[in-house]
């Protein structure tokens, strides 16, 4: 379904972190619910919770995404950290 979504969206970057096999870069953020799906503006968080791994239902809140600013609100540290660290590696690359 990632794949799916991911091609449909080209203009996007798509990335699968593991959070087992990515602890390092995932560091001391808490994940409590599966699938978690986080998504970014470069380094502004967009988005950061669980969702069902459906393909319309994540092509849909892209969608809404897209052209709407998003609130400030309370954010975990660590997941500041995480979006702001794959956004440096991810320019750099």
């Known amino acids: 379904m990632f794949d799916q979504v991911a091609a449909a ?3 996007m ?3 699968w972190l593991d959070i087992e096999e990515d602890a390092e870069r995932v560091g001391e953020l808490d994940i409590e619910t599966f699938p ?3 998504i970014a503006d470069g380094a502004a968080l967009r988005f950061a ?3 069902l791994p459906h393909a319309g ?3 849909r809140l892209l969608a809404s995404l897209e052209n709407k600013a ?3 609100g309370s954010v975990d540290p ?3 950290e995480l979006v702001q660290a ?3 590696q991810l320019s750099s690359a």
């Open 9 to 11: 969206h080209p203009g």
């Open 78 to 80: 660590a997941l500041t």
């Open 70 to 72: 998003v609130a400030a």
């Open 49 to 51: 919770g669980p969702l």
């Open 57 to 59: 239902t994540l092509s």
């Open 13 to 15: 970057r798509f990335l």
């Open 86 to 88: 794959l956004h440096r």
């Open 36 to 38: 978690t799906l986080l």
